[in-house]
């Protein structure tokens, strides 16, 4: 009986934490010459390392998003337009998000810790 009572008490300190939610990170680029990575209403910075869900809205066929840093090189197309989720594990580092066409001056950053 202790041993049932005891996988229970388990069961219930690892199922919910198998089923957490990472956190979701948004990014914009588009219509206009923009790019932007949000988290709420914050712009990204610095981030702890970990496990992040990344929701992109590709709003112009002039433009991708790219994602780049340590282990990570995530994009969206061009000529194409849409939605797009990836879920990235982000290591300590720099990482970079550019629309390739426009790199010089659509650009920004963050850092991992």
């Given at each position: 009986?202790?041993?049932?009572?005891l996988a229970a008490i388990l069961a219930a300190l690892i199922v919910?934490?198998?089923?957490?939610?990472?956190?979701?990170?948004?990014?914009?680029?588009?219509p206009g010459f923009t790019i932007t990575l949000k988290q709420g209403?914050?712009?990204?910075?610095?981030?702890?390392?970990?496990?992040?869900?990344?929701?992109?809205?590709?709003?112009?066929?002039?433009?991708?998003?790219?994602?780049?840093?340590?282990?990570?090189?995530?994009?969206?197309?061009?000529?194409?337009?849409?939605?797009?989720?990836?879920?990235?594990k982000l290591k300590k580092g720099k990482y970079t998000f550019v629309?390739?066409?426009?790199?010089?001056?659509?650009?920004?950053?963050?850092?991992?810790?």
């Open positions: 009986m202790k041993l049932v009572a919910p934490s198998a089923f957490a939610s990472s956190p979701t990170l948004v990014g914009t680029v588009g209403s914050a712009t990204v910075k610095k981030l702890k390392a970990g496990t992040y869900t990344f929701k992109i809205s590709d709003k112009s066929n002039l433009h991708d998003f790219h994602l780049k840093g340590p282990g990570v090189n995530k994009t969206t197309s061009t000529p194409k337009k849409g939605n797009v989720t990836w879920t990235v629309c390739d066409p426009h790199a010089t001056f659509m650009k920004g950053s963050f850092t991992v810790s």
